[in-house]
C-alpha cells in the first residue's frame, strides 16, 4: 500500500491529462489511445502492488529466517554447554568415586594375604568375591570416563595384537558370580584358541563388558 499509492498520485499526474487530451480529441483513435493510456496505468499499478507484497513477503521470511537461526544458535550453545557440563561431571565423578575404590581394593588385597598366611578357603573367596566387584565397578566407571571423552573426542584406540580366547574367558570369570546370583549358566566355546585381533583391548573388553552384563 505504501508503494502503491504514490504510484497510482505520480500515474495520475502523469498519465491523466494525457489520456484526457486523447479523448477530447474527438476521433475514435483519439478515445483508442485514451483506453490504452488508462488500461496501461492500471496495469503498472497492478504490478506494483504486486511486487510491493512480494517485498514485504521476503522481508517477513527474512526475518523469520533471523529469528529462527537466532534461535537455532541459542539452542546449539545451550547443548554444547549441557555437554561440556556433563562431560566434566562424568570426569569429577569419576575422580573421586576411585578413592573409595582404590582404598576397598587396598583393603580386599590385605584380606587375601590374610587368608593365605590362615589357610581359610572362606576368607578366600570373599575376598576374590571383593575383588570382582571392584572390577566391575572400575569398570563401569571407566566407561562413564569413555563417555566423557567420547564428548570430547579424546578416545584414541591402542591397537595391539591381542588373543580373542584369553579376553574371552576374562570377561567370563568377571560375570561368572553375577550370573549365578541370576541362576544363569554362562559359557564359553572358542574354536581357535590361538586366534588374535589386531584391537585395543581395553576398549573391546568394556565393549563386551556392556553385551553380557545387558545379558
Not at 491523466?16 to 493510456?37: D, E, K, N, Q, S
Amino acid at each position: 500500500v505504501g508503494q502503491v499509492r504514490p504510484f497510482a498520485g505520480w500515474c495520475a499526474a502523469a498519465c491523466g491529462p494525457l489520456a484526457i487530451a486523447w479523448f477530447m480529441h474527438a476521433t475514435w483513435y483519439g478515445a483508442l489511445l485514451g483506453v490504452l493510456i488508462v488500461a496501461l496505468s492500471v496495469i503498472m499499478i497492478g504490478h506494483v502492488r504486486d511486487h510491493g507484497r512480494g517485498l514485504a513477503q521476503l522481508v517477513r521470511l527474512a526475518t523469520d529466517n533471523a529469528r529462527l537461526a537466532h534461535g537455532l544458535r541459542a539452542a546449539r550453545d545451550a547443548s554444547e554447554a549441557a555437554s561440556m557440563s556433563k562431560t566434566r561431571f562424568f570426569a569429577a565423578a569419576s575422580h573421586d568415586l576411585r578413592q573409595p575404590l582404590h582404598a576397598l581394593s587396598i583393603n580386599a588385597t590385605t584380606l587375601e594375604i590374610l587368608a593365605r598366611r590362615e589357610s581359610n578357603p572362606m576368607i578366600r573367596e570373599l575376598s576374590q568375591s571383593i575383588n570382582r566387584a571392584l572390577n566391575q565397578s572400575n569398570g563401569l566407571l571407566d566407561s562413564l570416563l569413555d563417555i566423557s571423552n567420547l564428548d570430547a573426542n579424546a578416545v584414541r584406540p591402542r591397537l595391539r595384537p591381542v588373543e580373542i580366547a584369553a579376553l574371552l574367558d576374562g570377561v567370563r570369570e568377571e560375570f561368572l558370580p553375577v550370573a549365578a546370583q541370576k541362576n544363569l549358566a554362562l559359557h564359553l566355546r572358542v574354536e581357535d584358541a590361538s586366534l588374535a585381533a589386531m584391537t585395543d583391548p581395553d576398549l573391546l573388553r568394556r565393549i563386551l563388558n556392556n553385551l553380557v552384563g545387558n545379558a
